[in-house]
DNA sequence: GAAGTATTTAGAGAATTTTCGAAATAGTTT
DNA sequence: AAACTATTTCGAAAATTCTCTAAATACTTC
């Protein structure tokens, strides 16, 4: 279920883009979408599909929306695609 | 590139859970399509995609196409998401 | 409180993905 | 080689995703 989204969200070249610059630090929404060729509609988006996959949180400030990582979520992708490393990990057959 | 590829191809829940059937052993293309409930053309349109991530290899053998893991792939996409995980992993940025 | 800034939501079209039934391919067995 | 079995490919419909412009929200500053 929640392992769904989270697959979907990151299946998306944009969306991994998205990670990738905010791995350096938080940013608004604003400086997001100007690292993009895409309208700030389109960015936001975005932004909401990483937001409810849980692999971003916000915050606000002044008129600001702040998006950062969120590594937890990170850790459940990695915990499902580790079964499959060749590594024998645990047998929870759970959420595919 | 070839990441896109991967991480599409595992994005939906009908090729995980195949790729979950093959963590216990490897299966014929029909013994695959037996465990869901969805035309073998379906099925076999979903073993192309993993086919093509190369997240599966095919072994022929009498008229059955036996299918099974191949772990390597799996690890590059570990690779990539272990670096959002907190643990500050290496700072390689290619290939979004 | 009016004007301005940052961002999201709504509605709709374009693009991509998933699905199916039918036909094609390829190997096996008699 | 004819009949059979396993699987893929084709063509098209249905479903989902991505994108845009325009309008709505919400907060700040003057």
Same mark, same amino acid.
């Given at each position: 279920?929640?392992?769904?989204?989270?697959?979907?969200?990151?299946?998306?070249?944009?969306?991994?883009?998205?990670?990738?610059?905010?791995?350096?630090?938080?940013?608004?929404?604003? =400086?997001?979408? !100007?690292?993009?060729?895409?309208?700030?509609? *389109?960015?936001? @988006?975005?932004?909401?599909?990483l937001?409810?996959a849980?692999l971003v949180?916000?915050?606000?400030?002044?008129?600001?929306?702040?998006? =950062?990582?969120? !590594?937890?979520v990170?850790?459940?992708?990695? *915990?499902?695609? @580790?079964?499959?490393?060749?590594?024998?990990?645990?047998?929870?057959?759970?959420?595919?």
């Open positions: 279920m929640a392992l769904n989204t989270t697959f979907k969200a990151i299946a998306d070249p944009v969306r991994r883009q998205i990670l990738e610059e905010l791995r350096q630090n938080r940013q608004s929404a604003g =400086e997001i979408a !100007a690292h993009f060729n895409l309208s700030q509609a *389109t960015v936001s @988006y975005h932004l909401k599909l937001r409810s849980g949180t916000v915050t606000k400030e002044k008129n600001y929306l702040y998006y =950062e990582l969120n !590594a937890s990170f850790e459940e992708m990695l *915990t499902w695609l @580790y079964r499959f490393s060749g590594k024998q990990g645990d047998d929870n057959n759970d959420e595919a």
